[in-house]
């Protein structure tokens, strides 16, 4: 019978039960007294600084309030209003790293008013309900192209039909959503929640999504330029960045992109292979998100090998914790040379590092562990960038989204700043009304 | 260790929380848990004529309001007097007392405004060994329709008039429980004292409605969809039931008139307020009916402690002890100037003292890119608004300018001598400086 210790890459180390217990909600949802004695907590600040802290800037003393004053639907709209996407901000968000952290009772009590979970209560009660709570202005008859649905184009996508245009949603995969539905860890957003979700935005109306549409693949920029009135690219980084180590080519090596959105396209877990000692290179989220589910899965150890410090990571302390909770050892300041094996993977060779004066030096000390997954979360990277101007390997913006062609706009992971779902949903809504600026 | 017993018009108790008479006094039952409990005295919930006993509502008695994470803040009732026989109650309470006579035990008695009635139930009472009566001239609801409870409170003769018959048809000491329905306590407690009681007790519960159901339209409690005022109590009410003891403590008519304090007392700390404005105890109902009888026990620890650290042996040693800071708002010192100051280590940002003096008072907080916080005092008026609205308690403070600065706000230098409305300037009336 396959357990944690059945050797190489194998499916159904734990019973459905218990698989089926690890990946349940990472933050559950509130009750109405959780929400309830969770929103008497906010402060209801002045100017409040969590509300700075919201890359989509939403009001959230207001929405507290509103939940606490018995409102969860008319919070929601609070939410929405900034943020279409407000149901799975709140279950994403690194909130450690945004509003919580801002909150004015981590300050005082190192214990913030939990917003996500409230922002979720709230959104969760209103999506709970037939129908949408937007409503669209009178058709202006524009029509405005957008490539990909991932967060920023859906974000785009919805404000400019809630302006009366048509939107058009160009996506390569089989399904929209984007990182939504491929990326982030499956506990975190359960219950098929990002498929139910764009089902719900779309509710609008005036947004059509055309499947198997990649950009410079069978769609290009000048015909879509040609077909719409203003184009929007939130093609994210479809690119994933890879080593030059001898053994990648082994069975058992892939990128931790790959190995999430089998995780997350599974309907059943049990049946995903997953390696009895699994070694994840990096120190992002992504990192962090497959080295916590591979060991959800049952993989007997999993080490997460970064080059440098647990200061310098990615991953917020937050997400940190989490992974070291779940018995995922965190080894700091050691870089792959080398991956071994005979076929498939059977150890890592890793280097220690130092670093001095902000320049990572070998220490030649070397350290080999036992692997028989090792999973590459090292950056993705833009893999087309349609002729625009880029720079730092991302398409050059100006103001609300602006390329360096006029008509085109774009934002989300693609664009510069940080590659979070609040940030790429802000950036696609602010590029919208730009356009609808534009376009008027 | 400090003596927490007291000698409240010669009845003894072993401290000085007595419970209010009101539901958790109403039986046998739960006088004995609340003795065995600590309590140090119990007035029996207001018994009736001997008859047919008045009847509740069979629905609900009670509304509230509550504060942050529901905590309960003010309630209201609309429950009426004992609605079990007379009989019953004077048995119970013989029994009560036979078996706990180091504990007071005082019968609160509402009986029509006719001497036949006082007359007839008096003899009955004093049966029982109770230590003394309580007259409910108080109560809002229900029995005020029948002339009897606030509608006897609001006619000072009336009070004078029952308190003369109790004084001649009972030898035990007579209180008088006084309804805070009225516009100057003083009268009441004046006609109370006329009439000869030995004290007065106050408050009893404010008329109220504590909410309105938005799907009914009935005032809460509703019942079957309609609503009726009830009387109210708890903490909310307790300032204003400080200020009506305080009335009562300074008036010269009634000054050292003893006093049973009511009203919201939830702590040590009110208690030790009522008893520092003159009061003899204090009686408790709403925070006993919120978290039960052990609720005594941090209340007597409490005191206990206070007057450990403060050097009182008894309670006698700071009882009215504020009395003689109560005064009128003519007679307070105008060149007293405090300034307020915020301990920015302790600040934590949420900018509430900002919005509340820049939205609502004189924009003497300052609020800088970074979130820093400071006063202006050439603007501050030192209201203490931004004190009551921070969260964080001691985080801002009123500091006092010594006299002979510089005020920054008026340019005046500030004198050292006391100096009062009396003789302002701006005073139509100012005495002519002596």
């Not at chain 2, 302790?346 to 919005?355: L, S």
């Amino acid at each position: 019978m396959t357990s944690a210790h059945t050797p190489g890459l194998a499916a159904g180390r734990l019973d459905a039960e218990e698989i089926a217990s690890n990946f349940a909600d990472l933050h559950p949802a509130y009750d109405p007294h959780e929400a309830a004695v969770a929103a008497d907590r906010c402060y209801f600040c002045h100017d409040a600084p969590c509300i700075t802290a919201c890359p989509t800037d939403i009001d959230i003393p207001l929405f507290v309030r509103q939940i606490s004053t018995g409102q969860p639907e008319a919070a929601a709209q609070t939410i929405f209003e900034q943020n279409i996407l407000g149901g799975m901000c709140a279950r994403v968000c690194p909130t450690e790293t945004l509003c919580e952290e801002a909150c004015v009772r981590e300050a005082a009590e190192g214990k913030p008013v939990e917003i996500g979970r409230l922002q979720r209560f709230a959104t969760d009660a209103a999506m709970a309900r037939q129908g949408h709570p937007f409503r669209r202005a009178e058709a202006t008859g524009k029509s405005i192209g957008i490539v990909g649905s991932g967060p920023a184009g859906l974000a785009c996508a919805h404000r400019l039909a809630m302006k009366g245009h048509d939107v058009t949603i160009y996506e390569a995969r089989e399904r929209p959503g984007g990182l939504n539905e491929f990326g982030l860890a499956a506990y975190k957003t359960t219950e098929n929640f990002a498929a139910r979700e764009i089902d719900w935005l779309l509710g609008i109306g005036g947004i059509t999504i055309a499947q198997g549409k990649a950009l410079g693949k069978n769609i290009d920029l000048p015909a879509l330029q040609q077909a719409h009135d203003a184009v929007f690219l939130g093609i994210g980084l479809a690119g994933v960045n890879t080593l030059d180590l001898p053994g990648l080519d082994l069975s058992g090596v892939r990128n931790a992109v790959d190995f999430i959105a089998d995780l997350r396209q599974a309907d059943d877990k049990t049946v995903l292979p997953v390696g009895r000692n699994v070694v994840v290179i990096g120190g992002g989220m992504t990192a962090i998100d497959a080295a916590v589910q591979s060991r959800l899965l049952g993989a007997e150890t999993v080490t997460l090998a970064y080059r440098r410090n647990r200061a310098a990571m990615g991953a917020s302390g937050f997400e940190q914790d989490l992974a070291a909770t779940q018995g995922v050892h965190l080894m700091t300041n050691v870089t792959p040379i080398a991956v071994h094996g005979d076929g498939a993977v059977q150890e890592i060779e890793l280097e220690r590092t130092h670093a001095a004066n902000g320049t990572l030096k070998p220490t030649g000390e070397r350290v080999r562990l036992p692997a028989d997954q090792v999973l590459l979360a090292i950056g993705q990277t833009l893999a087309e960038d349609a002729g625009l101007a880029t720079e730092r390997g991302k398409i050059t913006v100006s103001g609300p989204g602006r390329t360096s062609l006029t008509g085109v706009w774009a934002g989300g992971d693609c664009t510069p700043g940080e590659d979070l779902t609040v940030v790429a949903v802000a950036e696609g809504r602010d590029a919208a009304e730009d356009i609808h600026a534009a376009l008027s | 260790m400090a003596d927490l017993t007291t000698d409240f018009l010669g009845i003894k108790s072993p401290n000085p929380f007595w419970l209010a008479s009101a539901p958790p006094t109403d039986k046998e039952y739960n006088v004995r848990r609340a003795f065995d409990a600590g309590w140090g005295g119990v007035v029996w919930k207001t018994l009736g004529e001997a008859g047919p006993p008045v009847v509740n509502v069979n629905g609900p008695r009670y509304g509230a309001i509550w504060g942050a994470d529901r905590r309960l803040l003010g309630l209201n009732n609309i429950e009426l007097i004992t609605d079990r026989p007379l009989e019953v109650n004077l048995e119970e309470m013989t029994r009560v007392k036979r078996d706990y006579p180091d504990h007071a035990l005082i019968a609160s008695i509402m009986v029509p405004c006719e001497e036949a009635s006082w007359k007839a139930i008096l003899p009955r009472v004093a049966e029982t060994g109770a230590d003394g009566i309580e007259l409910n001239f108080g109560c809002p609801h229900g029995m005020s329709e029948r002339g009897m409870g606030a509608a006897v409170g609001q006619v000072p003769e009336y009070i004078q008039m029952v308190a003369e018959w109790c004084k001649q048809y009972y030898d035990q000491p007579v209180i008088v429980k006084l309804t805070p329905n009225i516009t100057d306590i003083r009268y009441p407690a004046r006609a109370a004292k006329a009439g000869g009681a030995d004290a007065v007790s106050l408050i009893n519960t404010v008329s109220s409605i504590t909410a309105v159901n938005l799907d009914t339209f009935s005032p809460e409690p509703s019942i079957d969809g309609k609503g009726s005022h009830g009387g109210y109590c708890g903490p909310a009410v307790k300032p204003i039931a400080l200020n009506m003891v305080a009335e009562i403590a300074r008036d010269p008519e009634t000054h050292g008139l003893p006093v049973s304090g009511i009203g919201g007392i939830t702590t040590w700390r009110d208690a030790a307020e009522y008893i520092a404005l003159g009061c003899g105890n204090v009686q408790v109902c709403t925070a006993a009916m919120t978290y039960g009888f052990k609720i005594v026990e941090e209340m007597k620890r409490g005191l206990s402690q206070w007057m450990d650290e403060k050097g009182y042996a008894t309670i006698e040693d700071f009882r009215g002890r504020a009395v003689p800071n109560v005064t009128d708002w003519q007679y307070l010192n105008l060149n007293y100037v405090t300034k307020a100051r915020i301990d920015q280590d302790a600040c934590i940002k949420c900018g509430r003292c900002y919005a509340a003096c820049e939205d609502t008072s004189h924009q003497a907080i300052t609020m800088s890119a970074d979130r820093v916080f400071d006063v202006d005092d050439s603007e501050c008026v030192a209201c203490n608004l931004c004190i009551d609205v921070c969260p964080v308690e001691e985080c801002i403070t009123m500091e006092r300018l010594a006299p002979g600065t510089t005020d920054p706000r008026t340019g005046r230098v500030i004198p050292a001598e006391h100096a009062d409305w009396t003789s302002h300037p701006n005073n139509p009336m100012a005495r002519a400086a002596e």
